[in-house]
């Protein structure tokens, strides 16, 4: 566009139309003077360009570089044949390379290997075919860190479609991708104990039922619940119960094997999936070792903490056609039966069963039809003096003497209505018979105290005390301190200052209280003493067991310590013999109730039993030992303890055997320290010593016939060891105690 000014300025027809057009795109104007031939301006030459578009197209390359440079995804351009030319800062601060060191490199700099190479065959097949490809892809940092990246490449073709070079747009989604995951994680696990949730456990067991059927397997369900649990929450708070949960759930995780299943169901309910098993015996092993798991102490901020579990098993496949929720459902009911059955243990589901717990919903009316119609009857188990031969009390225990199915102990049926206000109702009629009973024998000349065993939701009622007057005024000839409650320990802990007061409350009426099952709680100090009950019963698994085994021994032996210091009356309650008997009056503990002294019996029973009975002679002059004294008791339980490990190493239940060095075991121990003081002088304990010796080479010998599987003559040769055993009891009691007393005058070794 040119236009000359002068006198008679002139222009061309583009400037025309740039007149007309007005102003409009970007000009760039140059101005040229002219001059004539003496050198005189004679006008200026206008040279008007019109840059519109080159400007319009330098924006647009300054904005691509813009782009390019400050877009928060990472770019790389790279020629055909993949060596990259160019980055943009994204990519480096991404990757951590800077452009100097990705240029001339090819996208390989950056592979982690976590692809394989016909994934970028595909990726290749289809960029040549789409001319772009997206997808998301592992790649590896500068610094050696793998991350994910969301990665579109596309191919710039010329006009003639060519490709000229591929453009590669990428973010970083590594941060996506971790919170996917943790929303994942949150949906899938018990974010507690970080075991599967009952979502995940789902898809597990459904998976798992496809791959044991393939393999012509078994898989065990096991649905564990916990006993005892709501007592940690009742008396040390949720957050307590919550740091106890995720402890037992690490340490029952590890009871089981690496591709068995865990999940937490909520609450204490747990179920594990036990994988591939080549028969239904082969998972009692790992469902004992998940039942120990769960009994197992946790210790937690100075405390010591300990519940059990009942556990229910249902197996896949069956004979019928089961899904994955029938069978967890047949696993939960067959935990109630566990729970029935004492708890603690495990019971497996089956059909015949199943149709007693479907009646289970009925049996609430059951019970309540068994009530009217008189179908539940008391027994009383004597209470003794094993010194002195007195009776000392009955305790009265319910049975349901059932129309079809015979007498039945309260296990079967207590459970089923022990949260039920119906548990209330029956408590309050035992209280009324018991009485009644007690009223019977006082008129046949028999005054003794009578016990009976209160509920946890009868201890609970707000009214507790005043409805106990109400039965009591019932009964005007029973003094209220002929009357006895038996409280459980773990009861008692539910709520412990209620409990406390309502004890306090029968206190102050004179009736008596016992703390039941002593020792299966926490029997701490500090709540004892805020409980008023005079009586500790001394639960019947440590009594059972404390002959042959050295902690119930130890249980025992605290119980005692703790009952003399609180003043509170100590019984053994489970003393099966005589032996049992004896090792109590020994530990100082006089008082006794079990099969070993009678078992329970009909109310009408008891005023002739109490005519016939006598203690057994041996128990009239056990003496109770003092402190120093018991490492002999102990010394004969580490021995007894020996010859049961040993038996059980024969039997196949441990894999070794107990020390078979004289000097090893415990009792050799024992020995080694005694023989330094004034025992060792004894002729007796040098007696004691060669008999020890002996019960060792039997035993070595024993263990070298079991070597070379000769059980057979093992398991024949047992009663050599149980005589040697028996001997080796007797000689221990010839040693001369310190104090100057015999220890005992008849043999306590008569049960071998
Ligand atoms: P418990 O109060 O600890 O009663 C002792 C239980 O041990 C009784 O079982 C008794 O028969 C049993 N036993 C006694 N001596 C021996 C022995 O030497 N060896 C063995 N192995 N067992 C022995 P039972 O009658 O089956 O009662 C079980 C539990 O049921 C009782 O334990 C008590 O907690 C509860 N119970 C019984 N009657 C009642 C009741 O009327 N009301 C409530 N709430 N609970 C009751
Ligand atoms: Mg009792
Ligand atoms: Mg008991």
Redo the contacts with the bound molecule.
């Keep these: 566009m040119l236009a000359v000014k002068s006198a008679s300025p002139k222009i061309n027809e583009e400037w025309l139309t740039f007149a007309s057009d007005g102003y409009r795109g970007l000009f760039e104007t140059t101005k040229v003077p002219m001059l004539d031939g003496d050198g005189h301006l004679i006008g200026v030459l206008g040279v008007a360009h019109n840059i519109t578009a080159r400007k319009h197209a330098e924006e647009q390359l300054h904005l691509a570089a813009s782009v390019f440079t400050y877009a928060r995804e990472g770019i790389m351009i790279t020629a055909t044949d993949g060596s990259i030319i160019d980055v943009n800062e994204t990519f480096c601060s991404i990757t951590g390379y800077s452009r100097e060191e990705a240029i001339g490199q090819t996208p390989k700099l950056l592979s982690s290997g976590r692809q394989s190479a016909s994934f970028y065959a595909k990726m290749w097949r289809t960029l040549a075919k789409d001319g772009h490809w997206s997808g998301e892809i592992w790649n590896r940092r500068k610094s050696g860190e793998v991350f994910v990246e969301m990665l579109t490449i596309s191919a710039v073709r010329d006009a003639q479609g060519r490709t000229e070079h591929y453009v590669a747009l990428f973010s970083d989604i590594s941060k996506i991708k971790e919170h996917e995951r943790q929303l994942e994680h949150i949906a899938h696990f018990d974010s507690l104990t970080a075991l599967p949730n009952r979502v995940l456990l789902a898809d597990r067991l459904n998976q798992a039922m496809v791959q044991v059927r393939r393999r012509d397997l078994l898989l065990a369900v096991a649905y564990l619940d916990l006993d005892g649990f709501k007592t940690i929450n009742d008396l040390y708070g949720h957050q307590m119960g919550d740091r106890f949960l995720a402890a037992l759930a690490s340490r029952m995780k590890l009871a089981l094997r690496e591709g068995d299943t865990l999940a937490r169901l909520g609450g204490d309910e747990f179920v594990a999936v036990l994988l591939d098993l080549p028969d239904v015996p082969a998972s009692e092993v790992l469902l004992q070792r998940l039942l120990n798991a769960a009994a197992e102490t946790v210790q937690i901020d100075g405390l010591t903490l300990q519940v059990s579990g009942s556990v229910g098993v249902a197996f896949y496949p069956q004979i019928d056609d089961v899904d994955a929720d029938q069978v967890l459902r047949q696993a939960d009911q067959a935990m109630y039966q566990a729970k029935l059955a004492g708890k603690n243990c495990f019971h497996h589901f089956d059909p015949d069963q199943d149709r007693n717990v479907r009646g289970q919903n009925e049996s609430l009316s059951h019970i309540r039809q068994a009530l009217d119609a008189r179908q539940f009857v008391l ?1 009383f ?1 004597p209470k003794v003096n094993m010194r002195s031969g007195a009776l000392v009390g009955a ?4 049975r349901w003497l059932h129309p079809e199915r015979g007498l039945l ?3 079967m049926f ?1 459970p089923v209505i022990e949260d039920h206000p119906l ?1 209330i109702e029956l ?1 309050e009629w ?1 209280i009324d018979h018991a009485l009644t009973h007690l009223e019977e024998w006082q008129a046949q000349g028999l005054d003794i105290p009578v016990s ?4 946890a939701l ?1 201890l609970q009622q707000a009214d507790f005390v005043e409805r106990l007057c109400d039965i009591l005024a019932k009964h005007p000839g029973v003094k209220p301190s002929r009357l006895e409650l ?1 409280v ?1 320990e773990t009861s008692a802990l539910r709520d412990i200052a209620q409990v406390s007061q309502v004890l306090h409350a029968c206190m102050e009426l004179g009736i008596m209280c016992a703390l ?2 002593f020792g299966t709680g926490y029997s701490s100090l500090s709540y004892l003493k805020r409980l008023p009950a005079q009586i500790l ?1 001394i639960d ?1 698994s440590f009594v ?1 067991n404390m002959l042959d085994d050295p902690d119930d021994l130890a249980i025992l032996d605290g119980v005692l310590g703790l009952s003399t210091a609180f003043r509170r009356q100590p019984i053994a ?4 013999t005589v032996e049992h008997g004896i090792m109590l009056l020994q530990l100082g503990c006089d008082f006794a ?4 002294v009678a ?2 019996m009909p109310a009408d029973d008891i005023v002739a039993w109490s005519q016939r009975w006598k203690p057994d002679p041996r128990w009239s002059d056990v003496p109770a030992l003092s402190r120093d004294e018991l490492p002999l008791l102990y010394a004969g339980v580490e021995h007894r303890a020996w010859i049961v490990g040993l038996e059980a190493y024969f039997k196949g239940a441990r894999k070794s055997p107990p020390p078979l060095d004289h000097q090893a075991c415990r009792f050799g121990v024992w020995l080694n320290t005694e023989r330094l003081g004034s025992r060792g002088r004894q002729a007796e304990f040098v007696s004691l010593e060669a008999h020890h010796r002996q019960v060792h080479k039997l035993a070595a010998e024993l263990v070298a016939l079991h070597t070379a599987y000769k059980t057979e003559d093992v398991m024949k040769r047992l009663p050599e060891l149980h005589q040697l055993r028996a001997d080796l009891l007797v000689a221990l009691l010839k040693i001369k105690p310190r104090t100057g007393y015999r220890l005992l005058r008849s043999s306590g070794a008569s049960d071998v």
Excluded: F, S, T
């Design positions: 027994y188990q305790e009265a225990l319910i102990p309260p296990a207590l548990a408590g035992v009976v065993n209160i509920g009868q038996e459980l039941d099952d019963k019947q059972r309650e489970g003393v099966e109730q079990g099969y070993g078992r329970p």
